[in-house]
């Protein structure tokens, strides 16, 4: 079983950056894909971005297309989400999930806690 743990919300001004991480422990996620999706309350999960286990591949939702970046140290266990040009609409609470090369929320078996992200206009 592996256990995530995401760091690095908060609250932040329209045009600003945030970069969230997270953390893995617990067995090994070296040969997995790791995940961003976002939620509002009221609203679906929304994907944010997907990379594949070596780091090589990317992909992104169209919203956050060009201005968030996914990046992953397997070294030390842990994914990162650079978010620049940040809007209110970016607004929700970020969670980050181990998986498939998917952007679909239902691939994903574990999950973190999430970190909520707000956007202030």
């Known amino acids: 079983q592996v256990q995530l743990a995401e760091s690095g919300g908060g609250l932040v001004q329209a045009g600003g950056s945030l970069r969230l991480s997270c953390a893995a422990t617990?067995?090994?996620?070296?040969?997995?894909?790791m995940a961003w999706f976002r939620q509002v309350p009221g609203k679906e999960r929304e994907f944010v971005a997907v990379i594949s286990w070596s780091g090589t591949t990317t992909s992104y939702g169209g919203s956050v297309k060009g201005r968030f970046t996914i990046s992953r140290d397997s070294a030390k266990n842990t994914v990162y989400l650079q978010m620049n040009s940040l809007k209110p609409e970016d607004t929700a609470v970020y969670y980050c999930?181990?998986?498939?090369?998917?952007?679909?929320?239902?691939?994903?078996?574990?999950w973190g806690q999430g970190t909520q992200v707000t956007v202030s206009s």
């Open positions: 617990g067995r090994t996620f070296s040969s997995s894909a």
């Open positions: 999930a181990v998986g498939p090369l998917s952007s679909r929320g239902r691939d994903f078996r574990s």
